[in-house]
């Protein structure tokens, strides 16, 4: 028999398990919760675990300022073997002795903090002509791939038993990790593939609040349901500006309105209808002018 979906609203933090993609956690989440609609903020490869930020109903509609935020992450470099994916799913290209102290690996390290231009690899979702890369890959077909700019704010040496490196990093949205561990490899003369990859944090958010699809499955559903923040809550790092009902009425269907307060800045803000308690109403933004423009809406009517 099967389940009724209802329209559930908020952001749920998982703890995505290694060997699935971030769509089927999202799907088998989106089930757990009977939840008519949800998306994700920043796909994690099927490899890798930890955080995996996901959207449902309203939040959907904010979930692209997910993409925006920095990325932490705990990750396990292999030196001495370069495979055809850039980690361990893929076959083993090369293999070279290692021959690096622990002194070579905290300079190579330093050179990646800052910005630096980075090849994604070809075995990712990135699109040429429609297409992700990884379906060329997989085709053997080369397609150009054109190096982007990233930025690593941070890139700890945590530990080394034997070739296997730990490091922490704190990147832009974009960089792939995968190409970082191959850049390492190639700083360090001995080649290198990513082992492992568990996300830490994704822009406000942190794994140590995330939940695991095992814990879901075990919980009733007032229980799983309760565990949803906000649909506001990946916007939290905006201002916040309060509006009056019939202004709030007026921007859902479209209209600008006068800036809700002089202290209020000039560019996106949380909005807000004044009531008891306050509503979240969506994002919006205030001109140089002084006017306030509607930009993403949640679907409600301000009473």
Known sequence: MSTALHDVDGILLLDKPSGMTSNAALQRTRRLLSARKGGHGGTLDPLATGLLVLAFGEATKFSSTLLEGEKAYAAEICLGATTTTGDAEGAVLERRHVAVDDAEVRAALAGFVGSYEQLPPAYSAL?????????????????????????????????????????????????????????????????????????????????????????????????RRARLLPPDAPLSALPAAVIPVAEAACMLQG????????????????????????????????????????RRLVATTPR
């Open 127 to 223: 699109k040429h002509r429609g297409r992700p890369l990884y379906h060329y890959a997989r085709a053997g077909e080369h397609v150009p791939r054109q190096p982007r700019r990233v930025e690593i704010s941070r890139l700890q040496f945590e530990g080394r038993e034997g070739e296997r490196l730990r490091i922490t990093v704190t990147c832009s949205k974009g960089t792939y990790i995968r190409s970082l561990a191959e850049d390492i490899g190639v700083a360090l003369g001995c080649g290198a593939h990513l082992a492992g990859l568990r996300r830490l944090a994704s822009g406000c958010f942190r794994l140590a609040e995330a939940v695991t699809l095992s814990d879901l499955e075990g919980e009733a559903m007032a229980v």
């Open 255 to 294: 209209q600008r309105t006068r800036r809700p307060a002089p202290d209020i800045p000039v560019g996106l803000v949380r909005l807000y209808v004044d009531s008891v308690p306050k509503r979240f109403v969506g994002l919006g933004e205030v001109t140089a002018g002084g006017e306030l423009l509607p």
